[in-house]
């Protein structure tokens, strides 16, 4: 009996020590999953709040002082409201613009997400020496398509950068006064032709000189300081049908035919400019016409706009001239993302902000550029706000941008000759020769 009893207490305690070491197992089992799911909830919450901290929240943007600029500056808190990106747009000066365009885009400061580069000036060094994110590979196939122009822009398959809008230089003129019968009797009897409106160089110098009557009026005008008389030069040189280099040999073209000939025919009208023309720009041009004090100026299409609204009666619009063909610099802001961008994400969605259809037309309307896209220039409300805009079509296809990859050292380098023919230092022949065989000796358009 005590040994039945024995057996009994023995199992009865082995029972419980199971029991104890199971239900031990069992906790400890339940911690072990417990601790990972509570360390892996952890970890993403941290992981979350590592992506937030990291998502974009400013985009800095590098412009120049200009209506575009501020059409971008006065519409980006719908890009904002769209995104919750804010948009830093920094305005500059042209000569501070250019230094922080190579800074960005060649020393890789990576201050800016998204750069705007001239279009006219600055697509060749930007494309063969700029360090850049190929935009294609960023936007859908669907926004590249809307973009007119593009091959503009492309590199080796790529796409460098997205234009804001088109710009380009148009030839404004007192309509008033060469509709005038009695004018058109007066040239037509001094000139032996009827008064139009100039196409050639030619036709450009006879009508500056027959309205040339200072201190009224004077018949032409060109800015002297030093970028707008180089732009300037450019219209005249577009219009002879060159430019400053040949791409397929890589060589400087600065005194060909073409180019002795741009010279004479952009020199010889500083004859008709008023007083004072030298320290002014083209943007000193846009009052003086207003004014009533210059007959005629070639200069960019954001003028249009206020003509339309102060002189619809007064100003007419017209293509700028050339002995071959419009003279039609190539004007936008384009968009380019540095390599070395702090956000180039941000940078992405302020590019498709500024491409999308709602932003093209509320730019159009506010500046009267044209458009980058094929659509919006369909616009019934575009083409009615647009004034003109057969005449606009007509110098679209005569676009024209440098074939150098060093625009500031050249540009420098023509103002410098221009001053030199104007000074009595050389003739317009001369002068080129100077540029190519001196100024320029050994050195390439393509560097």
Not at 49 to 69: D, I, S
Request: with cysteine.
């Amino acid at each position: 009996m005590k040994r039945l009893f024995m057996w009994m207490l023995i199992l009865i305690v082995c029972i419980s020590m199971v029991v104890t070491l199971s239900l031990a197992g069992c906790k400890k089992e339940a911690e072990e999953v417990t601790a990972p799911a509570e360390e892996e909830t952890a970890e993403e919450e941290a992981v979350k709040e590592e992506v937030e901290e990291l998502a974009p929240k400013v985009v800095r943007v590098l412009a120049v002082a200009g209506p575009e600029t501020d059409c971008l500056i006065e519409n980006a808190s719908k890009f904002e409201e769209e995104t919750g990106i804010t948009a830093s747009i920094e305005q500059v000066a042209r000569p501070l613009w250019g230094d922080r365009k190579v800074k960005e885009l060649i020393e890789d400061s990576g201050i800016y997400d998204v750069v705007m580069i001239g279009g006219g000036d600055d697509p060749m060094w930007v494309k063969m020496k700029g360090h850049w994110l190929p935009l294609d590979e960023y936007l859908t196939e669907e926004e590249v398509a809307v973009i007119t122009h593009k091959d503009y822009f492309t590199y080796e398959g790529h796409l460098i950068g997205v234009p804001q809008y088109y710009n380009f230089p148009m030839l404004f003129y007192r309509k008033d006064l060469l509709e005038d019968p009695e004018e058109q009797s007066a040239f037509k009897e001094k000139y032996g032709r009827d008064l139009t409106v100039p196409k050639t160089y030619d036709e450009l110098y006879e009508v500056a000189e027959f309205f040339n009557r200072p201190p009224d009026l004077y018949g032409f005008f060109i800015g002297g300081v030093d970028w707008s008389v180089f732009l300037d030069y450019t219209y005249f040189m577009y219009g002879m049908g060159g430019n400053f280099g040949n791409l397929e040999s890589g060589e400087l073209t600065l005194n060909t035919a073409e180019q002795k000939r741009a010279m004479t025919a952009l020199t010889r009208m500083t004859e008709f400019n008023p007083p004072g023309w030298e320290t002014l720009s083209f943007f000193d041009g846009d009052q003086l016409m207003l004014d009533g004090k210059i007959f005629m100026y070639q200069n960019w299409l954001y003028i249009w706009k206020t003509f339309l609204e102060q002189k619809p009666d007064e100003i007419g619009m017209a293509p700028p001239t050339g002995d071959v063909q419009p003279g039609a610099h190539l004007g936008a802001f384009v968009a380019v993302i540095p390599s070395a961008a702090p956000s180039p994400e941000a940078g992405v969605k302020f590019i498709q902000w500024m491409m999308s259809y709602d932003y093209q037309k509320e730019q159009v309307l506010a500046t009267g550029n044209l458009p980058i896209r094929e659509d919006v220039l369909e616009d019934p409300e575009v083409r009615e706000a647009l004034v003109g805009i057969e005449v606009m079509e007509e110098t679209l296809p005569y676009l024209s941008y440098q074939y150098t990859t060093w625009p500031g050292e050249l540009s420098s380098g023509i103002s410098e000759a221009i001053w030199k023919v104007l000074n009595g230092e050389m003739t317009s022949e001369e002068v080129c020769d100077w540029l190519q065989n001196t100024k320029f000796a050994d050195r390439e358009a393509i560097e």
